[in-house]
């Protein structure tokens, strides 16, 4: 990572990466010119508080290229603990920076979740909006167990510049840290709803809605059983008032990137 185009701080042990939209296609072009790629992580606050605890998902985040927020908390967090703000970025408006980025080199991506249904529908429309963009390969989620091994064998065949995860794959984003290894080089990427959007199933979030921090709320109307979110979200206060009284910010001890 150019220190230049980004700098990596640790909000509650955490890493958090600030990248100014602007220096976006230099970090992602850097990115792809070395060896490995890596992994982008889409952070929520759910997100942060699973990466805390020890264990697979915790290593997927330290090690991964870049972390990106996307939940207003996690900055005004930042904000408050580190006197540093983070770019929050919108999931969507995030991925479709990052494919314009590789159309203009004409770099490759790997469409790889959902039903089949929406993997068309996907597909046509990505074809659509970035018509120089190659598409090596699709695959819909729900695969069985014994059909990964091909799967991956497949990815890695096809050597995507990007390859662009969605549902349907146990583990989600540690379906990832589990095979990345197999891969071959180039950048790799988890977005739940992300497929569904592009397909015209679910819509993304207004930009106002988004910048007042309430996009929440649209999938709490879907599944209002998240609403008991809100007590790690008051967790999470208490963290940052602890931290900020007792304990004192020590650099972040980063993994080697996935």
Request: hydrophobic share 45%.
């Amino acid at each position: 990572m150019s220190a230049k185009a980004a700098e990596r701080i640790s909000l509650l042990k955490v890493p958090l990466d600030i990248v100014p939209q602007e220096q976006l296609p230099d970090l992602i072009l850097e990115l792809l010119r070395s060896r490995s790629g890596g992994n982008i992580v889409l952070l929520s606050l759910w997100d942060l508080l699973k990466a805390r605890r020890s264990g697979e998902y915790r290593d997927y985040v330290l090690g991964a290229s870049l972390v990106i927020p996307i939940t207003k908390s996690l900055v005004s967090g930042a904000k408050f603990l580190t006197g540093k703000t983070p770019i929050r970025y919108m999931p969507f408006d995030f991925v479709v920076s990052l494919l314009t980025v590789l159309e203009k080199r004409e770099f490759s991506v790997y469409l790889l979740g959902g039903s089949a249904q929406v993997l068309r529908k996907t597909e046509k429309n990505v074809r659509q909006t970035f018509p120089q963009l190659r598409i090596v390969g699709r695959r819909r989620g729900g695969i069985k167990r014994q059909e990964e091994a091909a799967l991956v064998q497949a990815i890695h065949k096809a050597a995507p510049s990007l390859l662009l995860v969605g549902r349907g794959f146990r583990g989600e984003e540690r379906w990832i840290a589990r095979n990345y290894r197999n891969f071959s080089p180039g950048l790799r990427l988890w977005c739940s709803d992300l497929f569904d959007v592009f397909a015209e199933r679910r819509k993304r979030p207004s930009r106002a809605v988004f910048d007042r921090g309430f996009e929440w709320l649209a999938y709490y109307g879907r599944k209002p059983w998240l609403f008991l979110r809100v007590f790690p979200w008051f967790y999470y206060k208490i963290l940052l008032l602890a931290y900020r009284l007792f304990v004192r910010t020590q650099p972040l001890k980063q993994a080697q990137p996935l």
